[in-house]
């Protein structure tokens, strides 16, 4: 069973920091060969792609509305994801939640279907 745990939520106000974090259990499965991303979910509204990092030259993808404020890493040796967060906006409030794709050596489409296994999540609250 694959296991994410997500850190690093909490409340900030707008135009402030938050740094996100992901850590898979190394006994479930090989992280370097997937794509990972990050959605979020706000009160009412379906869950959202946020950002994501590939396999293969770790390339980032995201989302138009956090472009240029938030940046998603990865660090193969210590099996975990990253989402900086900054200028933050409070529609940027959620519930934050990493993933992994479905399958391995894959990447290319950035939909919530294409996740596969899903951490538990962590609230982010940007107050105005």
């Known amino acids: 069973q694959v296991q994410l745990v997500e850190a690093g939520g909490g409340l900030v106000q707008a135009g402030g920091s938050l740094r996100l974090s992901c850590a898979a259990s190394?006994?479930?499965?090989?992280?370097?060969?997937?794509?990972m991303g990050w959605f979020r979910q706000a009160p009412g509204k379906e869950r959202e792609f946020v950002a994501a990092i590939s396999w293969k030259d770790a390339m980032t993808y995201y989302t138009d509305s956090v472009k240029g404020r938030f940046t998603i890493s990865r660090d193969n040796a210590k099996n975990t994801v990253f989402l900086q967060m900054n200028s933050l906006k409070p529609e940027d409030t959620a519930v934050y939640y990493c993933?992994?794709?479905?399958?391995?050596?894959?990447?290319?489409?950035?939909?919530?279907?294409?996740?596969?296994?899903w951490g538990q999540g962590t609230q982010v609250t940007v107050s105005s």
């Open positions: 190394r006994r479930t499965f090989s992280f370097s060969v997937y794509t």
């Open positions: 993933a992994r794709y479905s399958n391995a050596l894959t990447s290319g489409s950035y939909q919530a279907r294409d996740f596969g296994s």
